[in-house]
């Protein structure tokens, strides 16, 4: 697939003025494999609030939804072939967000909308719960595909999830057809997981932990990912593709100290990886329920 035949994508997310996490990372990601993006912040920040306390400035539900009904009528909606959203800072912003999903796929029935349910860690929420409960109820039936953490998906399916069966069976019962869990559990000592859901497949993409990771990689697999979607790629060439650009670009990252992403420094390794990545394919529990 050429550059000029890939959809633009529409990306609602975080923005921070210093850093790569949130829309910063997803729309270099994507503008890199060649999308075009339109890019709409939820909340602006200096920086990410695990860098210190910094002013936070959230557009007013009626600012937001503003935007979204100039997105619902623009000339140029054709032109949309995928959205992606991240975090978002109220449940009003999830409603506006819903409703324009909806109405992009009254015109596109093939839209794809992943949703990266942006929530919580090993700590336990980091948004409103209304706002938790609205992505859950309103967004996550909408999504073509979920890349929820595994906190986050034991948090939004109401399980306590500490096997990688009880993350994909979570997974079958949260709803969207196809899901990509990071923080998954791994096989080898000293590694960490991607584990993907499909109708067909249980993929596991594991890869060496490099220890105190910045923040954003979540953001930035979830581009990348979506991304790998759109080509004419096997799953295990996507999954496996993804995971080897961010624990590349993680690792590089790490090796030079920084504190976050690196992302103008390694494009390469988001277009095309070098790193290796350990694939397994495990038991899809439609299999297991068949035997």
Known sequence: MGESDKGAVIVISSHVVRGTVGNRAAVFALETLGHPVWALPTVILPWHPGHGKSTRVVLSP???????????????????KAVLTGYLGSAAQVRSVARLVESLRGDNPDLLYMCDPVCGDEKGLYIAEETAV?????????????????????????????????????????????????????????????LYLSGRNALLAEHR????????????????????????????????????????????????????????????SISTPMAMVHMRRLMHPAQTRKT
């Open 209 to 268: 932990l490099v220890p105190n990771p910045p923040n954003g990689t979540g953001d930035l697999l979830a581009a990348i990912f979506l991304s790998r979607l759109m080509e004419d790629l096997t799953e295990e060439r996507r999954l496996m593709t993804a995971t080897a650009s961010v624990f590349e670009i993680v690792a590089r990252t790490a090796k030079r100290g920084a504190d976050e992403l690196t992302l103008e420094q390694d494009a390469s």
């Open 62 to 80: 009626e600012d937001f939804d503003a935007m979204i009904f100039d997105l619902i009528h623009a000339p140029w909606r054709g032109e949309i």
């Open 134 to 194: 609205a992505i859950r109820d309103s967004l996550i039936p909408l999504a073509s595909i979920a890349t929820p953490n595994r906190f986050e998906l034991a948090w939004l399916a109401g399980a306590p999830l500490e096997t990688n069966g009880q993350i994909m069976e979570a997974a079958l019962a949260l709803g969207p057809s196809r899901m990509l869990v990071t923080s998954a559990m791994p096989l080898m000592a000293g590694s960490t997981g991607n």
